[in-house]
């Protein structure tokens, strides 16, 4: 039987974000203890009232607006400190462990949120309360357990753990049409304000010229810029673990090489030193471990 989510299930705004985390009707019903007729009710009036759409139904499921993405990185730190708030005040949480993690919206949206499932399966007892941010982590300040953040690895005061490669590789919908260089020209070039330079660095590892590495559509963050090349409007530059299903299934193609490893430039799960891990931490962090790169 589902785990009973502490939140009222019957709210458009709630039956969007449990979808848009699992990006399935379904699942999300599941998760609620609803019908999905009930939560594809919930969402057509939450798109009505909002005047967009928010999802695109696509063969073999469903993608994400740009709308949809926004809205959702948006919900997703507020129904996180609701979920918290009111676990807090139930008794249904006696015996069970809680763990805060920290993560950006993109990484959180495209990686960590989808593998979840199989962490909760394992661990039923632990309550994993997902919050996003693109700030640096700080353990002094924030009520956090762990979190995971992008960079070098170089933080005094943290235990890290390298989750994947930071490899950027240009991808773009198969209506593209993309299918060498020298087209890239001609072609609009999706960017994310928070990775700025990610094209630049692309273009000069691959020698390729006469491509002005800013032109193009600019979005506040990766998630939305991918989405944004999901739906044809131009060329991302993609971190390749982020977007491993669109590519698993054709949605996105990524016919031009090499791709650019920024080796140790990555995602980390940090946790703080000086401070015994928990139980439901270590076993966090022992999960994440076998997901891992070698």
Known sequence: MARRDPLPPLNPARAFEA???LLSISRAA???CVTPAAVSRQVRALESHLGTALFLRVRGGLELTPAG???LSDLIPLFTALR????????GNRGRQTLRIRSPATFAVRWLIPRLAGFHKLHRNIDVQVMTSFLPLDFQREDIDAGIQLGDGRWPGMHKLRLVRNELIPVAAPVLGLRNRKQLAAKT????????GDWDLWLRAAA???????QGMKYETSLLAYQAAIEGHGVAIAQ???IEKELADGTLLAPLSPALDLE????YFAWPTGKAASAALRAFRDWLAELAIA
């Open 240 to 242: 390749k673990a982020l």
């Open 208 to 214: 390729v010229r006469g491509v002005d590495p800013m």
């Open 84 to 91: 918290e708030a009111t676990l807090a005040v139930t008794a």
């Open 264 to 267: 140790e430039y990555t995602y």
């Open 189 to 196: 070039l999706l960017h994310s304000m928070a990775r700025p």
């Open 69 to 71: 993405a926004r809205y």
């Open 30 to 32: 599941d998760e609620l």
């Open 19 to 21: 979808t848009g985390r």
